[in-house]
């Protein structure tokens, strides 16, 4: 019988450092429950729906995202932003936003660099939720 450790880190050599795979967060889009604002809907929401956290932060922060998501890109000449800008500005939830990371990531990428995108998609995850990465089989030895 073969050692556990062989088993399962036969073929699955990772180019990561294991340290910063644990350390990575994921981002996840914002629920499309809305938070209960009244005590009543507190305790309704806590009986059907028993994770609150869960709940979709409220929707004032959504100027604030908005305009955030704005400056990411307002360094970048107004033919190529503008198609996001209208985007941006119509987007009537923090879930459409998290939509739209990955188009704000390729345009910042395309007029400066990848790094200068990371950077700012970075300060854009701050407002949506994360989660430890999925965890899956990780080699036993280093």
């Known amino acids: ?47 059907v729906a028993p994770a609150p956290h869960d709940a979709s932060p409220p929707l004032n922060r959504l100027p604030l995202v908005r305009h955030e998501f704005e400056r990411a890109v307002a360094d970048i000449d107004e033919a190529a932003r503008y198609p996001l800008v209208c985007r941006i500005g119509a987007a009537r939830s923090l879930r459409d ?17 990848e790094f200068e995108a990371g950077q700012r998609l970075a300060l854009l995850n701050r407002h949506f939720p994360t989660r430890a990465p999925r965890s899956g089989f990780a080699p036993l030895t280093p």
């Open 97 to 113: 936003l998290w939509h739209m990371r990955l188009d704000v990531y390729n345009l910042v990428a395309l007029k400066h660099s």
């Open 1 to 47: 019988m073969k050692p556990f450790s062989v088993i399962f880190s036969r073929g699955h050599q990772h180019t990561v450092p294991l340290t910063s795979r644990l350390s990575r967060s994921e981002v996840c889009p914002p629920s499309l429950r809305c938070a209960p604002s009244s005590a009543w809907q507190r305790l309704m929401f806590w009986l």
